[in-house]
């Protein structure tokens, strides 16, 4: 996860821990979350932030729990420190904050190096080395579209797949490539709309251990949840079919590097990061953590 930022009025000038936690907007018509902004005492390694009370910023985040929670962190952080900020976290959908972000309706937010390759910049190759691929979007989305992103965050996103421990054990399923021993009927899908659409997401996984969306797994064997359901349509078994007793794979996001999944996987290369518009000012970029581990 990388922030992304885009320059407006102001000395931009965040330090440490501060920097590491923006995030692309969506667009300013649709609900935000909002709500009184908490402000604090800067502390431990922030503790000697230099003041921002000359700077105005929009900050944002996408509506999924982990960005929203960076998003606010974020705002508390900005605001702790002096600064005017408007929360315009909790935006519908990845298109619509990266619309906002590129149109100037929003300064900064997190954003995900697989999701900037793929979705934004249009490629249909993920980069497997999280560097490799961090600088090849951080250069692109600078020179094409003017935004900034800072070095990536220590933290790990990665789209993973269950199962129950029942139906780990009964089908003797420890890992994706065992999937190819079991029956087409059995081979049931929780996913979420985005990772059923991406390249590098459910298709581009499919093909690669050789069980590719149509004959090996039909499309009546994918059910499409929000996010938060996938949890808890796996527990229940609500991809299985009343005649049978499918392998129920749910997908969905994980902020921990070592995921405590029975079956996982890592998508594309995806480190968070902080991003900024650049503009014929200069631009500060603040050094932030190293890169996380990947989404391959």
């Not at 985040?61 to 982990?66: G, I, P, Q, T, W």
């Not at 003017?146 to 070095?151: E, M, S």
């Not at 220590?154 to 089908?171: C, H, I, K, W």
């Not at 594309?268 to 890169?291: E, N």
Request: net charge neutral; glycine share 8%; proline share 6%.
């Amino acid at each position: 996860m990388v922030e992304v930022l885009r320059r407006r009025r102001g000395t931009l000038s965040l330090t440490g821990f501060v920097v590491c936690l923006a995030l692309l907007l969506s667009s300013c018509f649709l609900g935000t979350a909002a709500g009184p902004i908490r402000k604090g005492e800067l502390a431990g390694p922030v503790a000697d932030t230099k003041p921002l009370d000359d700077l105005e910023i929009a900050v944002g985040s996408k509506n999924f729990s982990e960005n929203i929670i960076l998003g606010k962190i974020a705002v508390t952080l900005l605001a702790s420190a002096g600064a005017d900020v408007t929360d315009l976290t909790n935006i519908p959908g990845s298109a619509a904050a990266r619309q906002a972000q590129i149109e100037g309706q929003i300064d900064a937010m997190w954003e995900y190096t697989g999701t900037g390759w793929i979705t934004y910049l249009g490629h249909t190759d993920p980069i497997p080395d999280e560097e490799k691929q961090y600088v090849a979007v951080r250069d692109e989305d600078l020179e094409k579209n003017g935004l900034v992103w800072l070095p990536p965050a220590p933290m790990n996103n990665t789209y993973g797949f269950a199962m129950t421990q029942e139906v780990s054990d009964r089908l003797g399923i420890t890992k994706l490539s065992e999937l190819q021993d079991v029956p087409v009927k059995e081979r049931t899908f929780c996913v979420e709309s985005e990772f059923t659409n991406r390249p590098d997401g459910l298709p581009g996984m499919l093909k690669t251990y050789d069980i590719p969306l149509g004959k090996e797994v039909p499309q009546a064997n994918l059910k499409t949840y929000q996010t938060g359901a996938v949890y808890s349509a796996t527990a229940k078994g609500s991809a299985t079919s009343a005649r049978s007793s499918p392998l129920t794979v749910a997908s969905s996001h994980s902020t921990s590097p070592s995921s405590r999944t029975t079956v996982s996987t890592s998508r594309s290369t995806t480190s968070p990061s902080w991003s900024t518009k650049a503009s014929s000012r200069t631009t500060h970029r603040s050094r932030i953590s190293s890169p996380r581990s990947p989404r391959s």
